[in-house]
């Protein structure tokens, strides 16, 4: 068991081994870089900060303070209006803003041999956002499970949305794409976006569509099927409701190539499949990087919920103290 520290540009980056798995997380945004299990290295990244600074796609980061869109970048808060701005050009309000946690500078200190507690603070009327923030995330590595626990408090009323956005690929960073990977879905509904990728209030059984992955099935089987939402998403990029409560199995991933597995848990409502369809080409670690090159389960609130009273509430009450963990659990 160990954490190891280096430099990363202007940044740093730590290491957290114990047993079979390996995880390095950056200081810029709280970043998951690489996770290594039993040698393969399974999240996608890149090996300069520039690139983390320059590049779209928010690989392994933070992302908040508000994850995935809202409509308009605007919604409505004890009555009041907020505008939180339209970052994405032509669509909305996106992963928290211009500068969201996903590009920031975190702190970092070992909480003990495995575990890296990463913190940041994020200002009243930050990005639009009501609330002074102060916001932990703490990196655990404990056998084969990685396991990342966020802790935020507000001193007002706020919306808080956090995720993490890695991309992930069992087969490895081999360039190989992501599709012949196994994936099972504990969901029985999914919410159907607009045309500007945003959920509009329906909760749509995936039964009979290509978002029933209750029984494990290859990601590519239905991707390019003739179906309005996948569509949409140019491929899936869309919130399942993980059905259940609590702390529950949301989604197991499988290749076939490795025979690695990974099963992500989460106490959050929903999860967001993004199988990279609008990811450009680029370097990455150790192979080029582009469509479908990873998958993404990016566990959240539902995105646009502050939009939607009948979705889970993403609302934080000012001093009530925010806690939520979704683990990552690797086995071959
Ligand atoms: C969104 C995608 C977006 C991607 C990268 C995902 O969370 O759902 O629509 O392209 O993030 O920004």
């Known amino acids: 068991m160990s954490i190891e520290k280096r430099i990363f540009g202007s940044a740093e980056a730590y290491t957290i081994t114990n047993g079979d798995l390996s995880v390095t997380v ?42 995935n869109r809202i409509a308009g970048g605007k919604f409505t808060l004890n009555g009041v209006e907020y505008d939180v701005g339209c970052n994405e050009e032509g669509r909305g309000h996106l992963h928290g803003g211009r500068i969201g946690l996903s590009h920031k500078i975190w702190k970092a200190e070992a909480a003990g041999k495995n575990a890296l507690r990463m913190t940041n603070t994020l200002a009243h ?38 995720t993490n956005h890695c991309y992930f690929n069992l087969n490895g960073e081999t360039g190989a794409p992501i599709l012949n990977h196994l994936m099972k879905v504990n969901a029985s509904a999914f919410t159907p976006m607009d045309d500007l990728l945003i959920p509009f209030g329906e909760l749509r059984s995936v039964e009979g569509t290509p978002f029933d992955f209750r029984m494990a099935k290859p990601i590519g089987k239905d991707i390019d099927a003739a179906d309005e939402q996948l569509a949409k998403g140019a491929g899936y990029d869309h919130n ?28 959050l409502p929903g999860v967001q499949i993004y199988t990279g369809n609008c990811t450009g080409d680029r370097a990455g670690k150790n192979a080029p990087i582009g469509k479908h090159s990873g998958v993404c ?28 963990v979704t683990e990552y659990i690797f086995s071959k």
Not at 140 to 149: C, F, I, K, M, N
């Open 125 to 162: 009327g930050e990005e639009g956002y009501p609330g002074n923030m102060e916001i932990a995330v703490i990196f655990t590595v404990e056998e084969d499970t990685l396991r990342l626990t966020y802790e935020a408090k507000s001193d007002r009323d706020t919306v808080f949305n956090p």
């Open 297 to 324: 389960l990016e566990t959240q609130f539902y995105p646009d919920s502050p939009n939607h009273p009948a979705f889970p509430s993403a609302t934080l009450k000012a001093g009530a103290e925010f806690k939520s």
């Open 26 to 67: 950056l200081t810029f945004g709280a970043t998951l870089q690489s996770i290594r299990y039993k040698g393969v290295d399974v999240a996608l990244g890149y090996n300069t900060l520039e690139e983390y600074e320059t590049n779209d796609g928010y690989l392994g980061a933070t992302v908040g303070r508000y994850a």
């Open 240 to 267: 399942f409701c993980v059905d259940g409560e609590g702390l529950r199995e949301a989604v197991v991933l499988t290749s076939p190539d490795t025979g690695i597995s990974m099963t992500c848990r989460t106490d």
